[in-house]
Each structure stands twice: as structure tokens, then as C-alpha cells.
């Protein structure tokens, strides 16, 4: 049995034409949305840098820090012996 359908090709063009035209939509969507997303992913990286940065700068003052602490610790020590060693309370 063979079946015949009748469809103007006019219509059928028109239909894809309308199909093709909301995918472009959407397509140009999409790609504002991903360049949105660029921009925002620029922004990131960027202030990740800062952060980074941020960081290496607070190791280094921890470092500093627990260097002067060291040596004020030292220097009680000593300074302690020196006095009650060598110059006991009369």
C-alpha cells in the first residue's frame, strides 16, 4: 500500500525557515551567555592573581614574625642566665 502525501514545498521551506530562525535565537543566546561567561572567568583569574599575591605577602610577614619571636625568646633566655648566673641577688 503506498500512501501519497501532499504537502506544498513552499510550506515545508517555511516551517524549516521558522525552525532555523529559532535555533539562531537560541544559538545567539548561548553564545551572549558564553561571553558573558568569558568576561566573568577573566574577572576570576584576575582577582585569583591578587589573592596569590595576597598570600605570598602574609608567609612572608608570618616568617618575619616568628623569626622576631625566636630570637626575643633567645634573648630572654640568655639574658635570664646572665643575670641569675653571674649576678646573684646579694
Given at each position: 500500500m503506498a500512501t501519497t502525501i501532499e504537502t506544498d514545498l513552499k510550506?515545508?521551506?517555511g516551517e524549516f525557515k521558522?525552525?532555523?530562525?529559532?535555533?539562531?535565537?537560541?544559538?545567539d543566546r548561548i553564545e551572549?551567555?558564553?561571553t558573558s561567561l568569558?568576561?566573568?572567568m577573566a574577572t576570576v583569574k584576575t582577582e585569583l592573581n591578587f589573592i596569590r599575591e595576597d598570600v605570598k605577602d602574609l608567609k612572608g610577614s608570618q616568617r618575619a614574625q616568628i623569626w622576631a619571636l625566636i630570637i626575643t625568646v633567645i634573648g630572654a633566655t640568655v639574658t635570664a642566665i646572665i643575670k641569675f648566673c653571674f649576678f646573684p641577688n646579694p
Open positions: 510550506e515545508v521551506l521558522q525552525e532555523f530562525s529559532k535555533l539562531n535565537q537560541r544559538l551572549g551567555d558564553l568569558k568576561v566573568d
